[in-house]
């Protein structure tokens, strides 16, 4: 269906302007806009066009006013898939994610859905922040006539964007108690003594990924799992003294869901077991 409604060739600035950007360039004002079933609202902008339909509810296309739209937005589209280096191009779209300014101590920063970025051009009064809890996907000539943006001061920072969407995409499915046990009693342990976040703070230069076991049971009804904490070379003493209190008071929360927790294994990012880290599930760090 759709491959019948593209025609070639395309109108020529659209190859021009895709290639100048990359995943991970951000687009300046891109709109918001998304379908909610007005019976049953969520967001806010929901309730109020809800509240403004009356007696006429049902599908809507809510698309948002250019003033209440996110300052810029972030490329979340293959650059490969972005550019199509090719004579019959295939793929009319790309995917656009909201970036907003956020307080530097704003909680929404924790979220796993929240990265935060490094734009060296743009100014703001906090640390900015892409969300992908939504994508809006928009075609091509939205790129002509206008420059990219710089999200990251340089590749690497590209990379573990590029990274991170693919982890993203491909993770497994986990059961719920997981978040709890991980995040919620990170944040926890952080929110209840200055000192913790001390230590969080120090553990987290030192963290290079977390890695989860499922020693009984699966993914999706877990009976005992392991987590791994991989170090950026041998874990400081700051490192293994956090995770240890965590340790503490994550074992609780996780009986409590059912689920035994054993104690915190070590891993070196210099010299990991391969076979090993195969074997386990990445989860993203809520330090």
Request: charge should be negative; glycine fraction near 6%.
């Amino acid at each position: 269906m759709i491959d019948d409604g593209i025609h070639h060739p395309w109108p020529p600035p659209i190859a021009e302007a895709a290639a100048k950007f990359l995943q991970g360039h951000l687009l300046e004002c891109p709109p918001l806009f998304y379908v909610a079933d007005l019976r049953h609202p969520i967001w806010q902008t929901s309730r109020v066009v809800a509240e403004e339909a009356g007696d006429e509810l049902g599908v809507d296309f809510i698309d948002l006013a250019e003033d209440d739209r996110p300052p810029y937005g972030i490329i979340t589209t293959q650059s490969c898939d972005l550019a199509e280096e090719r004579d019959d191009p295939l793929q009319p779209w790309f995917a656009v994610a909201p970036v907003y300014c956020v307080p530097a101590d704003a909680k929404v920063l924790h979220r796993e859905y929240i990265v935060a970025l490094r734009p060296p051009t743009l100014v703001g009064d906090g640390v900015w922040v892409v969300d992908l809890r939504i994508e809006m996907p928009l075609e091509k000539g939205m790129l002509v006539d206008r420059m990219p943006i710089e999200a990251f001061p340089d590749e690497p920072g590209y990379i573990s964007f590029a990274n991170l969407l693919a982890r993203r995409r491909g993770r497994p499915a986990l059961a719920s108690v997981f978040h709890d046990v991980i995040a919620g009693t990170t944040r926890a342990l952080t929110d209840e003594n200055k000192d913790y976040k001390k230590l969080s703070r120090k553990a987290r230069e030192n963290i290079y990924k977390l890695l989860l076991a499922i020693q009984d049971g699966t993914r999706l009804q877990p009976v005992a799992a392991k987590l791994y904490v991989v170090t950026d070379g041998q874990a400081t003493a700051e490192t293994r003294e956090f995770f240890d209190l965590w340790w503490n008071d994550a074992r609780i929360v996780a009986d409590e869901r059912g689920l035994q927790l054993l104690p915190t294994g070590w891993l070196d990012a210099q010299s990991v077991d391969l076979r090993l880290v195969d074997d386990l599930v990445e989860v993203r760090s809520p330090l």
